[in-house]
């Protein structure tokens, strides 16, 4: 089965991060994958976990069986090119 994670802040004023958050998880829900979520601006464990696996502080991160697999503009270009949903095979 595959796990799917994904990590935003509700604590950002960054017009860019609120979209690209919205964005993505209404790209989840369109392909009907089901996701956890980890709201990092409140739980800083799975902060330093998120910085940790992927190295990177921006968000939202999306993680596939925790394994890093990008930022937003990542996912969308992988969309855009039809290869979004490979991901979750």
Same mark, same amino acid.
């Given at each position: 089965?595959? *796990?799917?994670?994904?990590?935003?802040?509700? /604590?950002?004023?960054?017009? $860019?991060?609120? $979209? &690209?958050?919205?964005? %993505?998880?209404?790209?989840l829900e369109a392909k009907g994958i !089901?996701? *956890?979520?980890? &709201?990092?601006?409140? +739980? !800083?464990?799975?902060r330093e976990h998120m910085k940790k696996?992927?190295? $990177?502080?921006?968000?939202?991160?999306?993680?596939?069986? +925790? $394994?890093?697999?990008?930022?937003? &503009? +990542?996912?969308? /270009?992988?969309?855009?090119?039809?290869?979004?949903? +490979? %991901?979750?095979?």
């Amino acid at each position: 089965m595959v *796990t799917v994670t994904l990590y935003t802040s509700s /604590a950002t004023g960054m017009l $860019k991060i609120k $979209k &690209d958050q919205s964005a %993505l998880k209404t790209l989840l829900e369109a392909k009907g994958i !089901q996701y *956890t979520e980890y &709201d990092v601006a409140s +739980d !800083q464990a799975q902060r330093e976990h998120m910085k940790k696996t992927s190295g $990177k502080t921006e968000l939202p991160q999306l993680f596939v069986n +925790d $394994k890093f697999v990008g930022l937003y &503009d +990542d996912l969308q /270009a992988l969309e855009e090119i039809g290869q979004f949903s +490979d %991901l979750f095979k």
